[in-house]
Each structure stands twice: as C-alpha cells, then as structure tokens.
T-cell receptor, first 113, second 113 residues
C-alpha cells in the first residue's frame, strides 16, 4: 500500500524567510509525486510534480521541490515566503502503474508579516 | 473552460436521507475520482473511474455508490446518510495517464444531522 507522511501539522515563518514543508512517501516501485495547495473554502490547486529526470522540480508561484529517492522524500521549498503563501499544503503520491492518488494529512503554513 | 464542476456547494441532510453529489468535467479526462476531506486526515479516496462504464472502490467506499455512464459525469450517491459522512467532498479528474496531475472541483460541504 502507498502512503504519505507530512510530519509537521503547522509551519510558521516570517515573510521573506525560506519556507520548507516536509513530505516522505512509501510506494511500490517508482513514484509520481505531487504538491497541492488549498486556500480556505476552495478546492486543491496543483503546484508541481515529479515524474522523472531532474530531482529538483520547479512549479507555480516560485515553489520548488526536491526528490530524494534514498530518503523517500519530496520536500516543498520556497526561497522567500509571502504572506499570501499562507494556506494548507498537501503532498501526494501515485505508483507509476496506479491511478489512485494518496495524500498526506496536510501542513498548514502561516507566513507572518 | 469550466474545468471540474461540483453541485451543490453546501448540503444539510437528515440521517437516513439519500442524495447525489454531482460532478462534471469538460476536459475529456478519462480518469475521475471522489475524495472526502476530514480535519487532520488529508483526502481519502472513496471511488474512482478509469473511463465510462468502469468504476472501482478506493480507501473508504462504504456507504457510497458511483456510476460512470459518460466521460463527463461522475455522480456520487449516498444511499442512507449517516453523521459519519459529514465531510467536505471533492471530485477530481486527471489527464495523461498516471503521471498527470489531478484537477479538483470546489468541493461540497455536507452536514448530516
């Protein structure tokens, strides 16, 4: 069975500081990895994905994520956080031969001015 | 381009009532799925479909039925609502096989009293 762990329920950072949201996964075979963001009372929006190739993936709104196969991690990063980045972030994994997408519990990011 | 449309946005049901949550997508995606979101638990897969006429169970299928008669529509039926089904429900569709990102609707907030 595949699964995702997001070890931090909340991350608090000051505006302008680096932001990191952690994610580790478990899946049979090679993974497809995704990050989504959810603003209050909204659906999930896609940020970025890792399929294959370069371990550093760049996505929307200045976010990037680094795939580390040996540590089975896919941490989300942003060099300089904005107050508008405050939201709920979800990491998700899917096996390459499986349509089912498994989500972590989510991490609430608060960026203070 | 509307993307994924869910109706209704809000619903209150009495225990034992039935209802159908509607989901429609206009992107010609073959794969569609239903999730429920509960605090601290992320999104959990209820049912999914890899094409018209094909459906399968996800992680938490009990109490829910689905059908897929067309590519565009994927309704979720609650046959006899229970308070444990109080949740926010999201429909999603995916393109490009298993490497594609999911597109989510805006959600239906369901309360069962």
């Amino acid at each position: 069975a595949q699964s995702v762990a997001q070890p931090e329920d909340q991350v608090n950072v000051a505006e302008g500081n680096p932001l990191t949201v952690k994610c580790t996964y478990s899946v049979s075979g090679n993974p497809y990895l995704f990050w989504y963001v959810q603003y209050p009372n909204r659906g999930l929006q896609f940020l970025l994905k890792y399929i294959t190739g370069d371990n550093l993936v760049k996505g929307s709104y200045g976010f990037e994520a680094e795939f580390n196969k040996s540590q089975t991690s896919f941490h989300l990063k942003k060099p300089s956080a904005l107050v508008s980045d405050s939201a709920l972030y979800f990491c998700a994994v899917r096996g390459v031969n499986d349509y089912k997408l498994s989500f972590g519990a989510g991490t609430t990011v608060t960026v203070r001015a | 381009n509307a993307g994924v449309t869910q109706t209704p946005k809000f619903q209150v049901l009495k225990t034992g009532q039935s209802m159908t949550l509607q989901c429609a997508q206009d992107m010609n995606h073959e794969y569609m799925s239903w999730y429920r979101q509960d605090p601290g638990m992320g999104l959990r897969l209820i049912h999914y479909s890899v094409g018209a006429g094909i459906t399968d169970q996800g992680e938490v299928p009990n109490g829910y039925n689905v059908s897929r008669s067309t590519t565009e529509d994927f309704p979720l039926r609650l046959l006899s609502a229970a308070p444990s089904q109080t949740s926010v429900y999201f429909c999603a569709s995916t393109y490009s096989g298993t490497s594609g990102e999911a597109f989510f609707g805006q959600g239906t907030r369901l309360t069962v009293v």
